[in-house]
């Protein structure tokens, strides 16, 4: 088995997403629910799932060695950010070379790096007219949304689209993407 831990903050729905499909997989499973937030919705559908979660402490995650000694005690082979504000310190990043992964909201490298997170992101890319947006899946290095790209998908920007509808439309790819992209890359 392989074994991810999703760090996720924020609400999960892309955590929930990538429980679901790894559910019953017959070489890949979600060991652990990462956090920074206590209350964060994603501990919810953590435990609703029965998933272990580990609740982590900034001090100690950039301070001391990232949280790698329990994640390796754990047996994680894999760790995929989904709405996850923290910058991934260095030691975490050596310990799982390309073995890290983040979905953006937008098609990097435009619309991303410190702050651009959200209805940041949705809102710079209204107010820049443009015509289409999308999500970037990419593997993640010491600086924002910066690592190698694995995967982009687009789609179109609507005239009368708000940052809450564009949200909506970018939340559905991801809904989609996200968990086959981490199935393609564990099972090859
Ligand atoms: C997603 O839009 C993702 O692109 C970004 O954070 C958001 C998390 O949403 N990195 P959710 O908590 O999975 O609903």
Redesign the pocket.
């Given at each position: 088995m392989k074994k991810i831990a999703v760090f996720?903050?924020?609400?999960?729905?892309?955590?929930?997403k990538i429980i679901e499909k790894f559910r019953e997989h017959s070489t890949i499973s979600v060991a652990l629910i990462v956090c920074n937030k206590p209350g964060a919705?994603?501990l919810q559908i953590a435990e609703r799932n029965k998933i272990p979660t580990l609740l982590i402490d900034k001090e100690k995650f950039f301070r001391g060695n990232g949280y790698v000694d329990e994640l390796k005690q754990m047996g994680i082979d894999f760790i995929v950010?989904?709405?996850?504000?923290w910058k991934i310190p260095g030691a975490l990043i050596k310990a799982y070379p390309k073995k890290i992964i983040?979905?953006?909201?937008a098609l990097l490298p435009n619309y991303g790096g410190k702050g651009m997170?959200?209805q940041f992101v949705h809102e710079t890319v209204l107010a820049n007219k443009e015509k289409e947006s999308g999500?970037t899946i990419h593997y993640v290095d010491e600086h924002y949304d910066n690592g190698d790209i694995i995967f982009q998908a687009k789609c179109e920007i609507m005239q009368n689209d708000t940052p809450g509808s564009l949200?909506e439309r970018?939340?559905r790819l991801?809904h989609d993407w996200y968990p086959r992209i981490i199935e393609e890359l564990l099972v090859k």
């Amino acid at each position: 088995m392989k074994k991810i831990a999703v760090f996720a903050s924020g609400t999960g729905s892309n955590a929930g997403k990538i429980i679901e499909k790894f559910r019953e997989h017959s070489t890949i499973s979600v060991a652990l629910i990462v956090c920074n937030k206590p209350g964060a919705g994603v501990l919810q559908i953590a435990e609703r799932n029965k998933i272990p979660t580990l609740l982590i402490d900034k001090e100690k995650f950039f301070r001391g060695n990232g949280y790698v000694d329990e994640l390796k005690q754990m047996g994680i082979d894999f760790i995929v950010l989904a709405g996850f504000l923290w910058k991934i310190p260095g030691a975490l990043i050596k310990a799982y070379p390309k073995k890290i992964i983040n979905i953006h909201p937008a098609l990097l490298p435009n619309y991303g790096g410190k702050g651009m997170y959200g209805q940041f992101v949705h809102e710079t890319v209204l107010a820049n007219k443009e015509k289409e947006s999308g999500i970037t899946i990419h593997y993640v290095d010491e600086h924002y949304d910066n690592g190698d790209i694995i995967f982009q998908a687009k789609c179109e920007i609507m005239q009368n689209d708000t940052p809450g509808s564009l949200a909506e439309r970018i939340h559905r790819l991801e809904h989609d993407w996200y968990p086959r992209i981490i199935e393609e890359l564990l099972v090859k």
